[in-house]
């Protein structure tokens, strides 16, 4: 692939220029945001602090109700007289009014009043009455303060309210904060009466003592939002450019005299891609300096000593960590560009990439998170987390270099993906068909093929999140048979497939079988092994755990019917759609071993939870090497069917499946290996594999 | 010695959605030599863009085979657009380049070294005639002018092989007689030159061998002589009316706005 | 042939065959572009559980991590006569003691993260020494790392908890029961309803989704059908038919209207859809749950809010457009509009904002609070018919202005190139240079 840096500097050198021309461009994209996004800011904030600011000084009206109701009167006034002693009506501080009231949650109802306060009387513990309750209350533990349970004997107040209000939830929560601190200052007192020599705050009292500089903390709060502001202006900023690029050049006509120069298509896409980088570097450098301004007029909060956190050092550091994420943007709009066939198109591709490219910018705000973990494998979001540790003084290099080269990685195989679009004649042409598209059948379905099953994955969590209350066996007909099984028949009716060859509906050799009996209990213990591993690095909560096993194997179906849904339906359906024609749809794309892994990903990708992933993965990407070894669905059937009926039997008869010796994932691994050689001295080989 | 250009059993077929299969281009064959003027002859929707996309490397052929000095269209692109200078209505220019600055970008991008792309451009620019307006960004150019520099950045890097493609479309009568004194000179440099229109009277006026091209078949190819002697015609309106009547029985009827892509 | 009389369309008035033969080419073109239709609808069908899935992957992740977190703190200084706050700290299945070296290696091993936290009981001194067997607590530890900053949660925590029990038995020696040292408990009762808890949050987050949504949705609509239309060369086509220029500004208008309204809607609706039950369960668990169904009444009321804001970002998007030359330019100069939109709605942002008569009178603003109050179940019908007549006025005056802007032959031809200063300066200068004496 030739790349010649003269013509690549020339034709980049032109797309700048051309640029910097474009006034109208510069203006609306780089000016008047400038003077909008203040008045946005200064309109936001003087609306939050007018809110507030009513919030603090109006003063509430509320009611007192219930048999402790002179309590509650008792206790308000003598708040109020901590709080504003020198008054006995309402003054600058105690901001609270009674209202009178025969209906008080008439009134609350209405708006009249803001809360209630109702006072509730001490219950007695049950068959305990007088001296004996008292008794009874002395010998009685202490409940935990935090769980606000009351103590026999003690009286509550309770402070009623509407959430739907925002008057009411401020209103209440004042009043709630002052009665606390009321109750406090009683205990103190009361300590004080009995002879306690200190206060209570000063028993075991705490001294924090915080090694962190205040540059790191700066540092810190810096890092967790520096890569979701760039990603944002990068990602604008270079859309611009990007869009107009490949479609808008198409359009103008442009983009064919471009074509017929000696130029190679991978030369003028790496110009494109610098003018793209070049021009969403500077709308970052612009905007950043609007931000500083914006810091100066004070409508952007900054933690202190922002300035002592961002040295020279650290900022040119920092522009190195972010110009992979700059050239992967790039390519990846420039990619949206060029499988776009106009402008317009181009556009509706744009709020999804934006979305989605904002998500891995997200991650360091996520407590917990290190870069020594998977996440120095995500593009993007591993540089999220390195700056934050720089940010903080914290250099872990060989990780630090790791993000950096799998982020340039990315941007080097989406630059060559998008090459290739630049030789296709969607791009010159008229025609909105090709051969393919024309023709139709399994070519046409094998492009299409991704469409369909991210469509299924979406349409899967929204009608689940629907159905989610109903009795499990319904949810598994629903996703099982309707959907998945399903967007099969439409598949093959859409693509005139033949259901045979597509879903791979041949009978095996005989010796086939074995080799599943030998699977079954092998692949079952292998994939506890890798969920084990697997939790090393993506740790499950038990929570999680123990939610997702009580709706899965809920206790009140009968175990035949647990059998029926739980393993036969899935060994069917799930192995048309994945192994049946997912698989046919990639089989002529992909290499072998390529093919097995992607289709066991995608299976995992289905089962939605993290912690389902690993293992589902590894069941399926086994599923798929047997189908393609036997060219027959049905041993992966068998294979599937089986696993998960060991699974339901395991937790019927309460068999552990984690702790196991580790010679039983031997044991496993061993009868896998023979399954797999029996099903390769069996083999018939998948027609038309890459 | 190898013609410049030589086209055998060229095809192309495009798929439709209102239309179905389209073959566009179907068996043609020709070859242009240096220092001619090879005229492709035919009415809208015959084929000659796509034919001459394919050799400028835009289209990739369905069948048959073209080569430009050599160098084969599928398996050296690169080479085969480095010795072409491409011109078509669909070529647009960039209009926030002045026409100098167009021109010296097409003769950087298509390899000449900026020393020679800057002597080159002032040469054309000279030759052209457009020294008014060499510094006018190209969107302040009236058609005619455009016109000149389109042709100007075509030859910029001097390529051995031009293919003009309908390149008087839109121009007045004094532009177009302009433009066609300027192919000529460029015939009289050596160069071998594919010109494609639909207009009778330039084909007569400037080509050497003439192709008429009909349904995506060539019906025809000969000096004007040639065809004159075979078809008993005078006028190549006349010549050419006869060659594609002949040619009716065996082709399909033609489609109702039929355009190539 | 029209049944109009030339007379009238060559007066440049409305005609509404005229609209709806625009209009219907408008709609037609625009609905043939399959991949753009299509990907509209069936993006966000991918695009929210996507989003969703990604969040939830985190949380997830994030809580594993949390879960099996155990931290490693140094503790020194034991208080001797607190024998149950060490069993307590030596048994909590959380922290890992570690055998603590000195207080500056401690230091070290922290900023390394070799050591999450260090706690040293230190004697009380000066007053607080006054109750015996008092201590001090002195947590060391890192807040820039989020394993130290966890470790001295759990350390305080545990240190905090042994307070508040060592606090109620010296109270219990003293003659004072767990009832006179509670004294009253306080707590809080939410009477709201589910249905009023789910149209309040409705209420905040949905109008200003609403108006992003139908803004959106106007916008491209809005750049393609001027811009658009001059950069694919069919502009000067249109302005030549005898079609009068209000008639075309009118089906222009429409169409984008219509198109943007409906984009909005149908991405709201995709929204709901989609993040309706993850969302839900979501907010369940964090302790409300909300019944967010809309009750039918607000439905027509926020239709009408759907189409008036629509209505008025389609006009003002289509002013701006006008300028334009090309697809690019549209947009550039469309964003600033589209930024001003999201304006009066910022402004409204906080609850508790009153839907007042002068804010009826504020466009888009007026349209967000019909809404919102709609949402809520809350209708003041004055309100509501000064917010629809002030911003059928609006559109009007705005629709007048456009069709008076396409008088003007650069702006018909799409040569005009100077900023919009310049434009108006040369129709005022044009208009004030006196005319030529017959």
């Given at each position: 692939?030739?790349?010649?840096?003269?013509?690549?500097?020339?034709?980049?050198?032109?797309?700048?220029?051309?640029?910097?021309?474009?006034?109208?461009?510069?203006l609306?994209?780089?000016?008047?945001?400038?003077?909008?996004?203040?008045?946005?800011?200064?309109?936001?904030?003087?609306?939050?602090?007018?809110?507030?600011?009513?919030?603090?000084?109006?003063?509430?009206?509320?009611?007192?109700?219930?048999?402790?109701?002179?309590?509650?009167?008792e206790?308000?006034?003598?708040?109020?007289?901590?709080?504003?002693?020198?008054?006995?009506?309402?003054?600058?501080?105690?901001?609270?009014?009674?209202?009178?009231?025969?209906?008080?949650?008439?009134?609350?109802a209405?708006?009249?009043?803001?809360?209630?306060?109702?006072?509730?009387?001490?219950?007695?513990?049950?068959?305990?009455?007088?001296?004996?309750?008292?008794?009874?209350?002395?010998?009685?533990?202490?409940?935990?303060e935090?769980?606000e349970?009351?103590?026999?004997?003690?009286?509550t107040?309770?402070v009623?309210?509407?959430?739907?209000?925002?008057?009411?939830?401020?209103?209440?929560?004042?009043?709630?904060?002052?009665?606390?601190?009321?109750?406090?200052?009683?205990?103190?007192?009361?300590?004080?009466?009995?002879?306690?020599?200190?206060?209570?705050?000063?028993?075991?009292?705490?001294?924090?003592?915080?090694?962190?500089?205040?540059?790191?903390?700066?540092?810190?709060?810096?890092?967790?939002?520096?890569?979701?502001?760039?990603?944002?202006?990068?990602?604008?900023?270079?859309?611009?450019?990007?869009?107009?690029?490949?479609?808008?050049?198409?359009?103008?006509?442009?983009?064919?005299?471009?074509?017929?120069?000696?130029?190679?298509?991978?030369?003028?896409?790496?110009?494109?891609?610098?003018?793209?980088?070049?021009?969403?570097?500077?709308?970052t450098?612009?905007?950043?300096?609007?931000?500083?301004?914006?810091?100066?007029?004070?409508?952007?909060?900054?933690?202190?000593?922002?300035?002592?956190?961002?040295t020279?050092?650290?900022?040119?550091?920092?522009?190195?960590?972010?110009?992979p994420?700059?050239?992967?943007?790039?390519?990846?709009?420039?990619l949206?560009?060029?499988?776009?066939?106009?402008?317009?198109?181009?556009?509706?591709?744009?709020?999804?990439?934006?979305?989605?490219?904002?998500?891995?910018?997200?991650?360091?705000?996520?407590?917990?998170?290190?870069?020594?973990?998977?996440?120095?494998?995500?593009?993007?979001?591993?540089?999220?987390?390195?700056?934050?540790?720089?940010?903080?003084?914290?250099?872990?290099?060989?990780?630090?270099v790791?993000?950096?080269?799998?982020?340039?990685?990315?941007?080097?195989?989406?630059?060559?993906?998008?090459?290739?679009?630049?030789?296709?004649?969607?791009?010159?042409?008229?025609?909105?068909?090709?051969?393919?598209?024309?023709?139709?059948?399994?070519?046409?379905?094998e492009?299409?093929?991704?469409?369909?099953?991210?469509?299924?994955?979406?349409?899967?969590?929204?009608?689940?999140?629907?159905?989610?209350?109903?009795?499990?066996?319904?949810q598994?007909?629903?996703?099982?048979?309707?959907l998945?099984?399903?967007?099969v028949?439409?598949?093959?009716?859409?693509?005139?497939?033949?259901p045979?060859e597509?879903?791979?509906?041949?009978?095996?050799?005989?010796m086939v079988?074995?080799?599943?009996?030998?699977?079954?209990?092998?692949?079952?213990?292998?994939?506890?092994?890798?969920?084990?591993?697997?939790?090393?690095?993506l740790?499950?909560?038990?929570?999680?755990?123990?939610?997702?096993?009580?709706?899965?194997?809920?206790?009140?179906?009968?175990?035949?019917?647990?059998?029926?849904?739980?393993?036969?339906?899935?060994?069917?359906?799930?192995?048309?759609?994945?192994?049946g024609?997912?698989?046919?749809?990639?089989?002529?794309?992909?290499?072998?071993?390529?093919?097995?892994?992607?289709?066991?990903?995608?299976?995992?990708?289905?089962?939605?939870?993290?912690?389902?992933?690993?293992?589902?993965?590894?069941?399926?990407?086994?599923?798929?090497?047997?189908?393609?070894?036997?060219?027959?669905?049905?041993?992966?059937?068998?294979?599937?069917?089986?696993?998960?009926?060991?699974?339901?039997?395991?937790?019927?008869?309460?068999?552990?499946?984690?702790?196991?010796?580790?010679?039983?994932?031997?044991?496993?691994?061993?009868?896998?290996?023979?399954?797999?050689w029996?099903?390769?001295?069996?083999?018939?080989?998948?027609?038309?594999?890459? | 010695?190898?013609?410049?250009?030589?086209?055998?059993?060229?095809?192309?077929?495009?798929?439709?959605?209102?239309?179905?299969?389209?073959?566009?281009?179907?068996?043609?064959s020709?070859?242009?030599?240096?220092?001619?003027?090879?005229?492709?002859?035919?009415?809208?929707?015959?084929?000659?863009?796509?034919?001459?996309?394919?050799?400028?490397?835009?289209?990739?052929?369905?069948?048959?085979?073209?080569s430009?000095?050599?160098?084969?269209?599928?398996?050296?692109?690169?080479?085969?657009?480095?010795?072409?200078?491409?011109?078509?209505?669909t070529?647009?220019?960039?209009?926030?380049?002045?026409?100098?600055?167009?021109?010296?970008?097409?003769?950087?991008?298509?390899?000449?070294?900026?020393?020679?792309?800057?002597?080159?451009?002032?040469?054309?620019?000279q030759?052209?005639?457009?020294?008014?307006?060499?510094?006018?960004?190209?969107?302040?150019?009236?058609?005619?002018?455009?016109?000149?520099v389109?042709?100007?950045?075509?030859?910029?890097?001097?390529?051995?092989?031009?293919?003009?493609?309908?390149?008087?479309?839109?121009?007045?009568?004094?532009?177009?007689?302009?433009?066609?004194?300027?192919?000529a000179?460029?015939?009289?440099?050596?160069?071998?030159?594919?010109?494609?229109?639909?207009?009778?009277?330039?084909?007569?006026?400037?080509?050497?061998?003439?192709?008429?091209?009909?349904?995506?078949?060539?019906?025809?190819?000969?000096?004007?002589?040639?065809?004159?002697?075979?078809?008993?015609?005078?006028?190549?309106?006349?010549?050419?009316?006869?060659?594609?009547?002949?040619?009716?029985?065996?082709?399909?009827?033609?489609?109702?706005?039929?355009?190539?892509? | 042939?029209?049944?109009?009389?030339?007379?009238?369309?060559?007066?440049?008035?409305?005609?509404?065959?005229?609209?709806?033969?625009?209009?219907?080419?408008?709609?037609?073109?625009?609905?043939?572009?399959?991949?753009?239709?299509?990907?509209?609808?069936?993006?966000?069908?991918?695009?929210?559980?996507?989003?969703?899935?990604?969040?939830?992957?985190?949380?997830t992740?994030?809580?594993?991590?949390?879960?099996?977190?155990?931290?490693?703190?140094?503790?020194?200084?034991?208080?001797?006569?607190?024998?149950?706050?060490r069993?307590?700290?030596?048994?909590?299945d959380?922290?890992?003691?570690?055998?603590?070296?000195?207080?500056?290696?401690?230091k070290?091993?922290?900023?390394?993260?070799?050591?999450?936290?260090?706690?040293?009981?230190?004697?009380?001194?000066?007053?607080?020494?006054?109750?015996?067997?008092?201590?001090?607590?002195?947590?060391?530890?890192?807040?820039?790392?989020?394993?130290?900053?966890?470790?001295?949660?759990?350390l305080?925590?545990?240190?905090?908890?042994?307070?508040?029990?060592?606090?109620?038995?010296?109270?219990?020696?003293?003659?004072?029961?767990?009832?006179?040292?509670?004294?009253?408990?306080?707590?809080?009762?939410?009477?709201?309803?589910?249905?009023?808890?789910?149209?309040?949050?409705?209420?905040?987050?949905?109008?200003?989704?609403?108006?992003?949504?139908?803004?959106?949705?106007?916008?491209?609509?809005?750049?393609?059908?001027?811009?658009?239309?001059?950069?694919?060369?069919?502009?000067?086509?249109?302005?030549?038919?005898?079609?009068?220029?209000?008639?075309?500004?009118?089906?222009?208008?429409?169409?984008?209207?219509?198109?943007?309204?409906?984009?909005?809607?149908?991405?709201?609706?995709?929204?709901?859809?989609?993040?309706?039950?993850?969302?839900?369960p979501?907010?369940?668990?964090?302790?409300?749950?909300?019944?967010?169904?809309?009750?039918?009444?607000?439905?027509?009321?926020?239709?009408?809010?759907?189409?008036?804001?629509?209505?008025?970002?389609?006009?003002?998007?289509?002013?701006?457009?006008?300028?334009?030359r090309?697809?690019?330019?549209?947009?550039?100069?469309i964003?600033?509009?589209?930024?001003?939109?999201?304006?009066?709605?910022?402004?409204?942002?906080?609850?508790?904002?009153?839907?007042?008569?002068?804010?009826?009178?504020?466009?888009?603003?007026?349209?967000?609070?019909?809404?919102?109050?709609?949402?809520?179940?809350?209708?003041?019908?004055?309100?509501?018919?000064?917010?629809?007549?002030?911003?059928?006025?609006?559109?009007?005056?705005?629709?007048?202005?456009?069709?008076?802007?396409?008088?003007?032959?650069?702006?018909?031809?799409?040569?005009?190139?100077?900023?919009?200063?310049?434009?108006?300066?040369?129709?005022?200068?044009?208009?004030?240079r006196?005319?030529?004496?017959?």
């Open positions: 692939m030739k790349l010649r840096s003269p013509i690549v500097f020339t034709l980049f050198r032109t797309e700048l220029r051309m640029l910097l021309r474009d006034r109208r461009v510069l609306t994209s780089l000016v008047l945001p400038m003077l909008i996004t203040p008045l946005l800011m200064l309109g936001s904030k003087a609306t939050v602090e007018r809110h507030e600011k009513t919030l603090r000084e109006m003063t509430y009206r509320y009611a007192v109700t219930g048999p402790e109701a002179a309590s509650v009167r206790l308000v006034r003598a708040t109020r007289a901590r709080i504003d002693p020198r008054s006995k009506t309402n003054q600058t501080q105690f901001r609270f009014a009674e209202e009178k009231s025969d209906d008080a949650t008439n009134a609350l209405k708006g009249s009043i803001h809360f209630i306060l109702e006072g509730i009387g001490a219950a007695p513990l049950p068959g305990m009455t007088g001296t004996n309750a008292t008794v009874k209350a002395k010998q009685s533990g202490f409940d935990d935090e769980q349970k009351p103590v026999a004997g003690a009286w107040v309770k009623v309210f509407r959430a739907d209000r925002d008057d009411s939830g401020s209103g209440s929560s004042q009043m709630s904060d002052a009665l606390r601190e009321s109750r406090r200052v009683q205990r103190v007192d009361l300590l004080k009466s009995r002879g306690f020599p200190v206060k209570p705050s000063e028993l075991a009292a705490i001294d924090n003592k915080d090694l962190a500089s205040k540059r790191q903390v700066a540092g810190l709060a810096l890092g967790r939002t520096i890569t979701l502001v760039l990603m944002l202006f990068i990602l604008t900023g270079g859309a611009v450019v990007a869009i107009d690029s490949i479609a808008g050049e198409k359009e103008r006509g442009t983009l064919e005299t471009l074509l017929t120069t000696s130029a190679s298509r991978v030369e003028i896409l790496v110009a494109k891609h610098l003018g793209v980088v070049a021009i969403a570097l500077l709308i450098l612009v905007q950043s300096g609007n931000l500083l301004v914006y810091v100066g007029l004070e409508l952007l909060p900054l933690p202190a000593n922002f300035a002592a956190a961002v020279p050092a650290t900022v040119v550091l920092l522009f190195f960590m972010y110009l994420v700059a050239a992967l943007v790039a390519s990846v709009l420039l949206t560009s060029g499988c776009a066939k106009s402008y317009k198109e181009a556009q509706i591709y744009f709020m999804p990439v934006l979305l989605v490219g904002l998500v891995p910018a997200l991650v360091p705000f996520l407590p917990g998170i290190s870069l020594r973990s998977i996440i120095v494998l995500l593009p993007v979001a591993n540089i999220a987390v390195a700056v934050k540790d720089i940010l903080t003084g914290s250099f872990d290099w060989p990780m630090i790791l993000a950096w080269l799998v982020t340039a990685g990315a941007a080097v195989w989406t630059t060559r993906a998008g090459a290739r679009f630049l030789l296709s004649e969607r791009l010159i042409t008229a025609s909105d068909r090709d051969v393919v598209e024309a023709k139709g059948g399994l070519p046409l379905f492009r299409h093929v991704w469409r369909w099953f991210a469509l299924l994955w979406g349409v899967l969590i929204i009608v689940s999140g629907y159905i989610e209350k109903l009795d499990v066996r319904l598994l007909t629903v996703n099982l048979v309707v998945l099984f399903g967007a028949c439409l598949m093959l009716r859409h693509y005139h497939l033949d045979r597509a879903l791979a509906l041949h009978a095996p050799k005989p079988w074995l080799g599943v009996l030998c699977a079954v209990p092998g692949g079952f213990i292998t994939a506890l092994g890798v969920f084990q591993l697997a939790n090393y690095f740790p499950t909560p038990t929570s999680v755990l123990e939610g997702f096993s009580q709706s899965v194997l809920p206790k009140s179906i009968p175990f035949w019917q647990m059998l029926l849904f739980m393993a036969v339906l899935p060994g069917i359906f799930e192995e048309l759609t994945f192994r024609m997912l698989l046919h749809g990639l089989h002529r794309r992909l290499r072998p071993v390529a093919l097995v892994l992607v289709v066991g990903v995608v299976f995992g990708i289905y089962h939605v939870a993290l912690f389902r992933f690993v293992p589902t993965a590894c069941l399926g990407a086994m599923f798929a090497a047997v189908t393609l070894l036997t060219r027959s669905i049905y041993p992966a059937m068998l294979w599937h069917a089986a696993s998960n009926a060991i699974g339901l039997f395991a937790d019927k008869l309460q068999i552990p499946e984690t702790g196991l010796d580790p010679i039983c994932y031997f044991a496993a691994g061993g009868m896998l290996a023979a399954a797999f029996i099903f390769w001295r069996n083999r018939t080989p998948y027609p038309g594999l890459k | 010695m190898t013609a410049p250009v030589v086209v055998q059993n060229l095809a192309k077929t495009f798929y439709d959605e209102s239309r179905g299969e389209v073959q566009a281009v179907d068996d043609v020709f070859e242009c030599r240096a220092g001619e003027i090879f005229g492709l002859l035919g009415a809208n929707g015959a084929g000659k863009t796509t034919t001459l996309r394919i050799l400028a490397t835009i289209l990739k052929p369905s069948a048959g085979s073209a430009v000095m050599g160098h084969d269209v599928l398996t050296d692109p690169e080479a085969v657009r480095a010795s072409l200078g491409f011109s078509s209505s070529t647009a220019l960039y209009p926030r380049l002045t026409a100098r600055e167009t021109l010296d970008f097409f003769a950087r991008i298509n390899g000449c070294p900026k020393a020679q792309a800057r002597e080159r451009v002032a040469r054309l620019i030759r052209f005639g457009i020294e008014e307006y060499a510094d006018a960004r190209v969107d302040k150019l009236s058609q005619g002018m455009k016109q000149k389109a042709i100007a950045r075509t030859v910029v890097h001097d390529p051995p092989v031009l293919i003009f493609d309908e390149p008087t479309v839109g121009l007045d009568v004094l532009n177009a007689l302009e433009m066609q004194k300027m192919i000179e460029f015939r009289a440099e050596g160069k071998a030159i594919i010109f494609s229109t639909h207009i009778m009277s330039e084909a007569e006026k400037l080509c050497d061998r003439i192709a008429i091209i009909h349904r995506g078949k060539i019906h025809a190819c000969d000096t004007l002589a040639g065809l004159r002697a075979s078809t008993g015609q005078h006028y190549l309106e006349d010549i050419f009316v006869h060659v594609v009547q002949d040619s009716a029985p065996e082709a399909a009827p033609l489609a109702q706005g039929a355009a190539t892509p | 042939m029209s049944s109009v009389p030339i007379t009238q369309r060559h007066r440049g008035r409305l005609n509404w065959r005229d609209v709806g033969v625009l209009y219907g080419r408008e709609l037609r073109a625009a609905l043939r572009e399959k991949t753009i239709v299509l990907n509209s609808l069936l993006i966000p069908v991918f695009l929210y559980p996507l989003l969703l899935w990604a969040g939830f992957s985190g949380f992740y994030v809580m594993g991590q949390t879960e099996g977190f155990v931290c490693r703190a140094a503790i020194s200084g034991w208080p001797a006569a607190h024998p149950k706050l069993l307590n700290l030596e048994h909590d959380k922290v890992t003691l570690v055998e603590p070296a000195d207080h500056e290696r401690a070290q091993q922290i900023k390394t993260g070799q050591l999450d936290a260090l706690l040293e009981f230190l004697p009380a001194s000066g007053a607080k020494a006054a109750l015996p067997g008092n201590f001090e607590a002195r947590i060391t530890y890192d807040s820039t790392r989020e394993r130290s900053e966890e470790a001295h949660k759990r305080s925590g545990a240190v905090e908890r042994y307070r508040q029990d060592w606090v109620k038995r010296e109270g219990r020696k003293r003659g004072i029961d767990a009832a006179g040292w509670q004294g009253f408990v306080i707590s809080l009762q939410n009477v709201a309803s589910q249905k009023q808890m789910g149209a309040f949050i409705l209420g905040l987050i949905g109008p200003i989704m609403f108006v992003v949504m139908v803004a959106v949705g106007c916008f491209y609509p809005a750049v393609d059908c001027i811009a658009g239309e001059r950069e694919r060369n069919t502009w000067e086509t249109l302005m030549s038919t005898s079609a009068s220029r209000l008639s075309v500004v009118t089906a222009k208008y429409l169409y984008v209207a219509s198109l943007g309204g409906l984009a909005g809607i149908l991405n709201l609706l995709a929204i709901a859809v989609t993040l309706r039950p993850v969302l839900a979501l907010l369940g668990r964090a302790g409300g749950i909300f019944d967010y169904t809309i009750s039918p009444g607000a439905l027509p009321v926020a239709a009408v809010g759907a189409l008036l804001l629509a209505g008025f970002v389609a006009v003002g998007m289509m002013i701006f457009a006008s300028f334009a090309t697809f690019k330019e549209g947009q550039a100069m964003t600033p509009f589209y930024m001003l939109t999201i304006v009066p709605v910022v402004f409204l942002e906080v609850p508790g904002i009153k839907f007042t008569l002068p804010l009826a009178c504020v466009p888009i603003a007026n349209v967000t609070m019909m809404v919102r109050e709609a949402l809520s179940g809350v209708f003041h019908w004055p309100q509501i018919i000064v917010a629809v007549a002030s911003s059928l006025l609006v559109i009007a005056l705005c629709l007048r202005f456009a069709t008076f802007l396409l008088q003007f032959e650069d702006v018909v031809l799409g040569s005009f190139n100077g900023s919009f200063n310049k434009f108006i300066q040369r129709r005022l200068h044009k208009n004030r006196p005319q030529p004496s017959l």
